[in-house]
């Protein structure tokens, strides 16, 4: 039977060979292109629990470091030769999949098609791709964090944006904190809300980004999740504008 996911995925394949075989920017962004736009995966299960509190959980491995990683297949064959591959498995898309990766601090990555291509995608590179999706869902420029991404004050007059930015997220429970920055990469300069959150980065990033667009005063505007490593070293030092009250 023709497996039309291994089709659909000949190109997240090309990519990692790519990558592999010659590596540079060009295949990297090929990959971010196909993970976001054509891949799906078949994901092997597992049951965890006793008795009424049985459930489905994904597969997990670990690497001699400890480091744990979801267990990804680009086509069912593959999925099936997997020695623990014994309950079946579910198909999830990239983006599925890595909102429950980003989710769960366990998580290191992803590890594709495991004794063959042994393709691993640590969780740096897995927040860096949903930002792209991101920035592509708002028409905007990808900011990718990375080493050529500086930071600096806010730019503009900040104080009208910060105070926009500061009501919507008085309403939304999904913000736990907010900080804005200036930033500057490729040559372009904008402001740069990092944002704290404890669910998905839907539909919150979308409506932060509308309000900062309405209120930026004509700098661009951009907003990153502050679960990568360029985000946290940006904020370590940093008061937030925002915070969510806690609450007994």
């Not at 959980?57 to 001699?64: G, L, N």
């Not at 600096?152 to 944006?161: C, D, F, N, R, V």
């Not at 980004?209 to 505007?221: A, E, H, K, Q």
């Amino acid at each position: 039977m023709n497996d039309f996911r291994e089709k659909k995925n000949a190109r997240l394949i090309m990519a990692i060979h790519g990558i592999q075989n010659e590596g540079g920017v060009n295949w990297e962004e090929k990959l971010i292109d196909a993970l976001i736009h054509h891949a799906e995966f078949y994901v092997p299960m597992r049951t965890v629990g006793e008795g009424e509190e049985k459930k489905p959980a994904f597969a997990v491995v670990q690497d001699k470091e400890k480091n744990h990683f979801y267990v990804l297949f680009t086509s069912q064959e593959k999925a099936k030769q997997w020695p623990n591959s014994t309950e079946g498995s579910a198909v999830f898309s990239f983006h599925q999949l890595a909102l429950m990766a980003l989710d769960d601090p366990r998580i290191s990555g992803f590890v594709i098609d495991m004794n063959s291509e042994n393709f691993i995608l640590w969780r740096k590179f897995i927040a860096n791709c949903i930002h792209v999706e991101q920035a592509e869902l708002m028409g905007e420029v990808p900011v990718r964090p990375g080493e050529d991404l500086e930071f600096t004050e806010p730019l503009g007059e900040a104080k009208e944006l910060q105070e926009a930015l500061t009501e919507y997220m008085r309403d939304d429970q999904n913000v736990m904190a907010a900080y804005l920055l200036g930033a500057k990469q490729n040559g372009k300069s904008f402001n740069l809300c990092i944002v704290s959150h404890k669910g998905s980065i839907q539909p919150s990033f979308a409506n932060i980004t509308t309000v900062g667009n309405d209120f930026s005063g004509g700098v661009p505007f951009a907003v990153m999740s502050n679960r990568s490593k360029t985000a946290e070293d940006a904020i370590k030092d940093k008061l937030p504008f925002y915070r969510r009250p806690f609450v007994v």
